[in-house]
Nanobody, 125 residues
Framework: QVQLVESGGGLVQAGGSLRLSCVAS????????MGWFRQAPGKEREFVAV????????IHDDSVKGRFTISRDNAKNTVYLQMNSLKPEDTAVYYC??????????????????WGQGTQVTVSS
């Protein structure tokens, strides 16, 4: 069982930045595809970004492209989401997720095997 623990959320003004972290308990973290998702109040959970096990490939949703960057450090069993130029519509609970499938899982939630508890990000206008 892989445990994922997110951190780094908080309250920030529009235009500000935050960096989310997600630490995995799995010793074989380096073989996992890792993704970030978010769920705003009253909305369904949506895909934000995914990164391959090696870290060489990533995909970002159009809504965050150019503002958010997913990265990983396999030596630290950690995946990051750097969020810049934050907007009020980015307000949501952000979840990291791990998949034992390959990078093509992208935003297919049912193909992610493990989920974190989430961290709240609130962007004020």
């Amino acid at each position: 069982q892989v445990q994922l623990v997110e951190s780094g959320g908080g309250l920030v003004q529009a235009g500000g930045s935050l960096r989310l972290s997600c630490v995995a308990s799995e010793r074989t973290f380096s073989i996992l595809t890792m993704g970030w998702f978010r769920q705003a109040p009253g909305k369904e959970r949506e895909f934000v970004a995914v990164i391959s096990s090696s870290g060489r490939s990533s995909i970002h949703d159009d809504s965050v492209k150019g503002r958010f960057t997913i990265s990983r450090d396999n030596a630290k069993n950690t995946v990051y989401l750097q969020m810049n130029s934050l907007k009020p519509e980015d307000t949501a609970v952000y979840y990291c997720a791990a998949s034992r499938s390959d990078f093509r899982v992208r935003g297919e939630e049912d193909r992610y095997d493990y989920w974190g508890q989430g961290t709240q990000v609130t962007v004020s206008s």
